[in-house]
Structures are given as structure tokens and as C-alpha cells.
């Protein structure tokens, strides 16, 4: 049965493609591809070409048009030509087999899309039992309806390709299929043990988040690469695994954090993302318990990215799914050291100036409208001390609130 692609990280040279739609305006879809780019590089593979169509939708057929297909068909042989081989083309949305299938047929180099690309990220990130076979789980889900062209290579094998009891047929059809069921029986019975596996992981965890005594809970979300494992290991003066890539966390790691002598659990979660596959969120609902559970959200944000407003809304609209929309939120804005800002000129002729913002400056902003909201540098460690007496405050409050006041005292002079 086929593996997964990129199992094993190369430097393979990617061709992205995406659309212009009425729902998709070009500026947005340059900001996907850009992510998708990020996405490709973080997998191990460099970008060499971007095509874009402008398109009133995706083709059932091709997903873009037939002349666009041809000429990224004849691009892939020019390269080749040059000897510079391409080794996958990339779509910015998830393809169904059949698109995948034509879509090969005529370019003959590996396809992807951004839910197989995502996958990928993140079977390679995984590291604990837990996470790997989350990741699992979700790329059977992926496989299960696209086992049909796992078997393409059988048409190839003889003349008859009819649904009739032609000669043809005979020899072709019937272990074709019999090799598909067996396929499909082997994924969904390897579905079922990985989904028990789940459920034994989810009772540990119920068992150990019991275990955890009279403790606020505060998980740091949102989006991806925004700097939640850097402010997680400033508060929590820990080493969990940071660096400048897409889902540098996938393991939910959860740290007792005393801050002036109040003890709380901080958990780092797994970063979100535009288009964030159904089959992830669903695989890692054990993961994701740690954001249901909490009693405080800390939402980061990446002030420097150009669409981070947008960032902001994908999160919103993440935790309004899992529920968690009316649960307690700070903001914090983090790398406010990388945020720019672009100085209007007296007229239009003069070329634009950006300049580093201050921290004064940015508290007249209508970001500092937002409740409950901070502006820190996570790497220049700017304004932590405010962030944490703030989260002192949040933390005390709630303590109070969800415990009996006399307990709060009992478990501070405890841990004096």
C-alpha cells in the first residue's frame, strides 16, 4: 500500500498554484501562496514558480482550467529540459481524487495539496506516542476516499477499461478491486485501533488533568510561528522546542508556572492555520482538550505579519468551533520589535518611509482598545514584566472566583 509523501525531508523543488476567485481576491490569494510557500518550505522543499487563474471557481475536473494545466504541463518540461528536474506542484486547496488523478495523468510529477502538505508538517514534527498517532489517524481520514487512485497503474495493464464483462476486463477489474477492498479494510481496521488508542490516551489525560489539584489552567493560543513556545518558555523557564517554521509544536506541553508565589498550569498548544484540515482538528481533539479545559486563554498574536487581523479572525473562529469563544482572553501582541510602521507623505510622489513603532505609539493604536490586551517583544523580552503582572492579576481573579477564597490562601502560604 502507498506511503504517505515526503516522508523523508529533500530539498525537491515545488511549483505552487492557486486561484483567483469572486470570493478570493488576488492580493488574498498572493497572502495564501505566500503561506503555502512557508508551509512548502518548513516540509523541505523550495519554491521556484507561483501560477495564479483567474477563475470564476475550481474545475471538478482539473481544479485550475485546461490551458492553465498545459502550461504548467509545458513549464515542468522546459525545466526538465534544462535539467532542472521539478518535483511536486502544490495546490493552495484540498483536491478530491479524481482532480488529483487527471491532474497527474498530465503533468507526471507528484501532486500535492495543502491538507497532504500539512500532514506531512506534521507527521514529521510529531514526536511523542500521542502525537504520532494523532497525525496517523488523520492521514488515513486524508487516504480513505482517495484509495481509487492508489490503483490507476492497474488500467494501464490492459486494453478493456469497460464496466461489462468484456474480455478486456477480465483479469484487469476483478484483483484491481479485490486489492482496493482489501486496502480499504486494512485502513479502516488500523482507523478503529488508532481511535482506541485515542480514547486510552484521553483517559490518562482526563486522569492526570484530575490529578493537577487546585490549579487555574491558561493555554497559550493561535496562529502558527506567532511565538507561543518562546513566551512559554520566558514564564515557565523551560526548553520547549522553538524555532522560526510552521508547527514547531504539535505535543501540548503543560508547565507549572509560579508567578509571585501564585502557582498556575501553563499548556502550549498547537499552533492554528487558514484551511486547517476537518481531519486535524478532529484527530486531535485529545490535544485540543487543553484549550477546552483551560480556564484562561492567552491568545498571541504576530503584530509584524501583514495579515495578522486576519490571523486574529482564523483563531476566533477556530476556538468558536471548539466552543471556547466565551471562555476568559488576554491578547498579547508579540514582536512588536519586527512591527513597522509606514509614514504618510505630504504628497503621493514621495516614496513612503517605514520606521520601527514604540511602544508608546502603539498603546494609541486601535489595537490597545482591545481588552485585556498587551504589546511585548518575546525575543527582546520588552515589556514582560507587565505581561506578567497582568497575568497575575487574570490568574488571582479567577482563582478566587472558581476556588473558595480561604483555599487561595492555604494553597499560597503552601507553596511559601
Not at 502558527?224 to 504539535?250: D, H, P, Q
Amino acid at each position: 500500500m502507498k506511503e504517505f509523501v515526503i516522508s523523508e525531508v529533500k530539498a525537491e523543488t515545488a511549483v505552487l498554484v492557486g486561484l483567483i476567485t469572486p470570493q478570493q481576491s488576488e492580493a488574498k490569494t498572493k497572502e495564501y501562496l505566500d503561506e503555502l510557500e512557508f508551509l512548502a518550505d518548513t516540509a523541505g522543499a523550495v519554491t521556484v514558480k507561483r501560477f495564479t487563474q483567474k477563475v470564476q471557481g475550481p474545475s471538478q475536473v482539473t481544479y485550475v482550467g485546461k490551458g492553465k494545466l498545459q502550461e504548467i504541463a509545458q513549464y515542468i518540461r522546459d525545466e526538465e529540459e534544462m535539467e532542472r528536474e521539478i518535483g511536486m506542484v502544490i495546490f493552495d486547496d484540498e483536491l478530491s481524487a479524481k482532480q488529483i488523478r487527471n491532474i497527474e495523468a498530465e503533468l507526471k510529477v507528484k501532486i500535492l495539496d495543502r491538507t497532504s502538505l500539512i500532514l506531512d508538517i506534521f507527521a514529521m514534527r510529531a514526536q511523542t506516542a500521542n502525537a504520532k498517532t494523532q497525525v496517523e489517524l488523520a492521514q488515513y481520514r486524508y487516504m480513505l476516499p482517495r484509495l481509487q487512485r492508489l490503483w490507476t497503474h492497474l488500467e494501464r495493464q490492459g486494453g478493456g477499461s469497460g464496466s461489462g464483462g468484456g474480455k478486456g476486463s477480465v483479469g484487469l477489474r476483478g484483483p484491481g478491486e479485490t486489492q482496493l477492498e482489501m486496502d480499504r479494510r486494512i485502513i479502516l481496521s488500523r482507523m478503529s485501533l488508532l481511535k482506541e488508542r485515542l480514547a486510552e490516551i484521553d483517559k490518562q489525560k482526563v486522569t492526570q488533568r484530575k490529578n493537577r489539584g487546585r490549579l487555574i489552567r491558561v493555554a497559550l493560543v493561535g496562529y502558527t510561528n506567532v511565538g507561543k513556545s518562546t513566551i512559554m518558555n520566558l514564564l515557565s523557564k523551560s526548553e520547549v522546542f522553538a524555532e522560526n517554521k510552521l508547527f514547531a509544536t504539535l505535543d501540548t506541553t503543560v508547565r507549572k508556572v509560579v508567578v509571585e508565589n501564585l502557582p498556575f498550569l501553563l499548556a502550549d498548544t498547537v499552533g492554528f492555520i487558514r484551511k486547517l484540515p476537518t481531519d486535524l482538528v478532529d484527530s486531535f481533539k485529545s490535544t485540543l482538550d487543553e484549550v477546552r479545559e483551560a480556564d484562561l486563554l492567552v491568545h498571541v498574536v504576530d503584530i509584524s505579519h501583514p495579515d495578522f487581523e486576519d490571523q486574529i479572525k482564523v483563531v476566533d473562529k477556530t476556538l468558536a468551533d471548539l466552543d471556547c469563544a466565551q471562555k476568559p482572553q488576554m491578547i498579547i501582541f508579540n514582536k512588536i520589535d519586527a512591527y513597522t510602521w509606514e509614514e504618510k507623505e505630504e504628497d503621493d510622489l514621495t516614496p513612503k518611509t517605514k520606521r520601527n513603532i514604540t511602544l508608546d505609539e502603539l498603546q494609541q493604536t486601535w489595537m490597545a482598545k482591545t481588552p485585556n490586551c498587551l504589546f511585548i517583544s518575546a525575543r527582546e523580552k520588552t515589556n514582560l514584566q507587565e505581561m506578567r503582572d497582568t497575568l497575575y492579576k487574570t490568574v488571582r481573579q479567577l482563582h478566587v472566583q472558581k476556588y473558595p477564597y480561604n483555599d487561595f490562601l492555604y494553597d499560597i502560604q503552601e507553596q511559601e
